[in-house]
């Protein structure tokens, strides 16, 4: 386990204002960026930096929702049903990860994150909203007033067994990998289940504070959370999704989704760079 | 309906957010500057565990908002929701 000092604290905390920040952004809790950092950057072992990023996951979910609520982005009921899939995900994490070798976990993900990265750019020119406001949204569509095009967006909710498997491994590779998992769930939401970029990502963004919670909870019981480096990366998480949070609102959905997918594939040659070793 | 639901979890995940922030500056500024103290990693266990407990409030608060909406089906649901996230701190203490 790593030693505490001011310097690492110091530095743990600028990481996790940056990783808070893209994390807003992107409607990611942004452990897709600490955890290599934690891990081959400063050197961490795979469960501490799992730890310490899945309690800035939580921190992020609750400040960045809290922050939204009333302007129903948030799809609250896709949310929930979603969440049945992402945590009972999440808990079987614990045990996937004791059964499989951890290269093995890491090419998986560095293949899915490839995979979503390439459907992502392929659909940067769409646009999944109707902007008919009389249109039924159905049980679980939504409807929102959104800033870049000015008006009152409305969306239907498609193919939902495909949206609660992406769920369920996303929970799974939250628990395994401690990143909230929001980098499988909003590109599928988005592009296989008609959910609008924003709303995806901010339904997202609520869900992984229960799904990012479920594995936190075993890491912290099992001695794995260094609780001094939590607390400065949860603080770091704090301010760079505050300011993060008030760049999205101005962000146009094309510039998100390419992001998206440039971050995709980072992370994709990292776990695959990593799996191969 | 929507709306009501969206304050409560909001207010609900303010609070835990605020509160937890707090216990964790204090107990990481004890903790690097005041090495002694003892009060350092209790306020830390403390920051974390309000932190952990926020999106299990979050979802106990939806569970009795949708019984006051009688909509038996997200009852459900959320229970599911809340069930797993106790099974996990059961997980946790093995």
Known sequence: MPVVTLALALIIFGAGAVAGGLGALLGIGGGVFLVPFLNLGLHFPIAAAAAISLTTVIATSSSVSAGRSGEQLINLRLGMVLEVATAAGALLGGVTAQMLAQSTVQLLFGIVTAVVAVVMMGRLGRRNVILDPSIDPGLLGGRYYEEESGGVVTYRVKRMPIALAASFIAGNLSSLLGIGGGVIKVPALNAWCGVPLRAAAATSAFMIGVTATAGAVIYYGHGQLVPPLAAAAVLGVQLGSWSGMRLSARASARWLKLLMAFVLLMVSLLMLARGTR | ??????????????????????????????????????????????????????????VAVSVGEYARQRDWLFVVLTSIVLIELLASVVAAMR
């Open chain 2, 1 to 58: 309906m929507t709306a009501r639901l969206e304050h409560a979890v909001g207010r609900v995940l303010r609070v835990g957010v605020i509160t937890s922030s707090v216990f964790l500056a204090l107990g990481l500024g004890l903790s690097l500057f005041v090495p002694a103290a003892a009060a350092g990693p209790v306020l830390l266990r403390a920051g974390l565990m309000i932190l952990m407990a926020t999106p299990v409030g979050r």
